[in-house]
């Protein structure tokens, strides 16, 4: 037999939701059949599938072995230096200032070393974070850059703020806001750019169109204002009012000013002579809003921006941000 006690990150969550995440070699048509069998309980009784846990609340398991052996969750993270550029952290989040070329998460070329690692090392190393004592819980991304972009990322250090941000989220309530150089002299100077985007899932490319191709479509909208020009290249700020794969440098590509140094949506063999190897693009702004009163309220209206001097392209013009 197994008990889990449940702390403060595992309530507030379905008996059946924690359990495939904290037993997750346990088959799902098993997980109900044992608590209809009473191989489940919770608090030594009887219980259901939705029951919502409660911290303190001690789930016991009477099941065999083998559903708990499983491969050991990778923990390489506790070896890692820890290099972050921390832009605010609290007890609940922390917004880091993410470097071109740094992975948010693993992929099969990388396990470790990416920002969810880097941010879990150091939460470990403060005592914030201690992997064996969690049963459904680890500090989470609540949201993603690509890997040559850089900027803002938030990352969640309690499963509330993980919860509130990704509805906070949903629901468009995040005001996030990116420079861009583009080739080219923008007209309008100011404008609102809408369009419709297919991402072809093999070649992780997206297509816009101006019109819905296949009512499949999804429907974008980019707003943006230019800030200079200067050398045949344009400075903008761009707030994104949706955000798909690769938004913003397949859209201004497809009004026919892609980003400085995007090979992928781009021509860049004469930006790499300029040194530009990955595309022009900073996150550098976020404001919170959020409609209902939240354990985040205090965030409410606050704005963090990074500082522009870490902007690498901004170099190219003379003036930053208004």
């Not at 403060?8 to 924690?18: H, I, S, T, V």
């Not at 913003?248 to 009004?255: D, K, L, S």
Request: proline fraction near 3%.
């Amino acid at each position: 037999m197994r008990e889990l006690i449940i702390e403060k990150n595992d309530a507030g969550q379905r008996l059946d939701k924690f359990l495939s995440k904290a037993v997750p070699a346990l088959p799902t048509s098993l997980l109900y059949k044992f608590i209809r069998l009473k191989k489940i309980k919770v608090n030594r009784a009887r219980t259901e599938q939705g029951y919502m846990l409660q911290k303190g609340d001690t789930v016991q398991l009477f099941i065999k072995e083998e559903f708990f052996d499983q491969e050991a969750v990778s923990q390489a993270f506790t070896k890692l230096t820890p290099r972050l550029d921390i832009l605010y952290e609290d007890e609940q989040i922390l917004l880091c200032d993410k470097r071109p070329g740094l992975l948010v998460h693993s992929d099969q070329a990388e396990q470790t070393n990416t920002l969810i690692s880097h941010i879990q090392a150091y939460l470990y190393r403060k005592g914030e974070y201690l992997p064996d004592r969690e049963h459904s819980f680890a500090p989470a991304l609540c949201n993603r850059i690509d890997r040559n972009t850089g900027g803002i990322v938030i990352a969640a250090k309690s499963a509330e703020a993980l919860r509130i941000l990704n509805e906070t989220i949903k629901r468009r309530e995040l005001t996030k806001k990116y420079l861009c150089a583009l080739h080219g002299s923008v007209t309008p100077s100011k404008g609102s750019l809408k369009g419709y985007l297919i991402k072809d899932p093999v070649t992780n490319q997206v297509t816009v169109y101006d019109r819905n191709p296949s009512g499949k479509a999804k429907e974008i909208q980019t707003d943006y204002r230019i800030l200079e020009e200067k050398n045949g290249l344009s400075l903008a700020e761009v707030t994104l009012i949706t955000g798909r794969t690769h938004q913003i440098r397949a859209h201004f590509a497809h009004i026919g000013h892609p980003l400085l140094g995007d090979g992928k949506y781009g021509v860049n063999s004469e930006d790499k002579k300029r040194g530009y190897k990955f595309q022009a693009l900073y996150s550098y702004q976020l404001t919170f809003h959020f409609q209902e009163q939240n354990a985040l309220s205090y965030l409410d209206g606050r704005t963090f921006e990074v500082d522009r001097n870490k902007i690498w392209f901004l170099k190219e013009f003379d003036v930053g941000i208004e």
